[in-house]
């Protein structure tokens, strides 16, 4: 069959440790093919430091042609001329290229976004609409704010309707965006005006491969917590409200040689601690809502977290259908706005 590239669009999301494209019809941001890898950037950016000789830009553009390869032999037609839109940390130091950072306040209309358009870049057969980040005085954010553009700028009806309310009120809303770093972000009157990083993910790596904790965890076997795993989180979620965080921690070995927890209940115990501790943050925080944007990997532990916390605002749990979509109705409202 023809090439009908304007009828779609290349989303790419890739991270820091994560990569995932998707091709999208254009009309109405249904995903109609997509691939995920763990080739994030880091990983490309070291492998290229080591390599030496090849142009940085270009030697991204070689990982690229290969995942595009693998989903073109998903469809029918060509991909070549289809557009792409990449956001994430491919725009970052350790990226394909780099792009300044936009500043605050940040605009949901797409109006102040920092994107560059490269023009078929490493013999590529697509232009590729590369996504910045946002900075504010004393951090920096890089995928978060693409996917907050769609969940609150795109296809205002239904969930995504509620979203766009939130964003808008002169109140304000804080969104959370879980993951290896997650992210506060605080909205009001349609921008971004402040937001909070927190290293969650990665900190709960780091205690269960690299600690001396690592001997009494366990991952349990199934992704759905037991009846008596949920009761080790949610303790574990009370817990920094009763100690410090860092005598808390240590509590988890005490849990196992105490014999109060098995390994995978402390597994839990310790994620629910970590969880507790950001979210806890938010209980000194003047918001009108909370919404908590976690894709189907992490809303399993944010939801019941924030239902055992009680904090004293309205929440809303966005879909984590939803949740995983949001880059991509970001990438498709920015090329909307854009091109």
Excluded at 238 to 250: A, M
Aim: with cysteine.
């Amino acid at each position: 069959m023809g090439n009908p590239p304007e009828k779609y669009l290349l989303s790419c999301d890739w991270g820091t440790t994560s990569f995932r494209l998707r091709l999208l019809n254009q009309s109405d941001g249904r995903v109609m093919t997509q691939l995920t890898a763990a080739e994030g950037v880091a990983a490309v950016y070291s492998r290229w430091k080591e390599q030496g000789s090849v142009d940085r830009l270009e030697f991204y553009c070689e990982v690229l042609k290969t995942y595009l390869a693998i989903l073109s032999k998903d469809v029918s037609f060509s991909l070549n001329g289809i557009p792409m839109v990449i956001s994430g940390m491919a725009s970052s130091s350790i990226g394909m290229k780099e792009l300044p950072y936009a500043a605050l306040p940040f605009l949901l209309d797409c109006s102040n976004t920092i994107c560059e358009k490269l023009e078929s870049p490493g013999g590529i057969p697509h232009d590729i609409l590369l996504v910045s980040g946002v900075k504010s005085s004393q951090d920096v954010m890089r995928g978060e704010e693409t996917q907050l553009l769609g969940l609150a700028g795109s296809f205002p009806v239904g969930e995504t309707g509620m979203i766009r309310e939130a964003a808008a009120s002169r109140e304000g809303a804080v969104f959370i965006f879980p993951g290896t770093h997650s992210k506060h972000i605080r909205v009001k009157a349609g921008a971004i005006v402040d937001f909070d990083t927190f290293i969650t993910g990665e900190m709960f790596q780091l205690l269960t491969r690299h600690s001396i904790l690592k001997e009494t965890l366990e991952k349990p076997e199934s992704e759905k917590m037991t009846a008596g795993n949920l009761n080790a989180f949610l303790a574990g979620v009370r817990h920094p409200g009763v100690t410090n965080l860092l005598q808390s921690i240590f509590s988890a070995r005490t849990n196992y040689l105490f014999e109060k927890l098995d390994k995978a209940g402390n597994f839990c115990f310790l994620s629910g601690l970590l969880i507790g501790a950001e979210l806890e943050s938010l209980r000194e925080r003047k918001t009108g809502a909370v919404i908590l944007c976690g894709g189907s990997n992490v809303s399993a532990f944010y939801e019941p977290a924030l239902r055992e916390l009680k904090l004293p605002v309205k929440t809303l749990i966005v879909s984590p259908g939803l949740a995983d979509n949001a880059a991509s109705f970001g990438h498709l409202l920015l090329f909307q706005q854009l091109q």
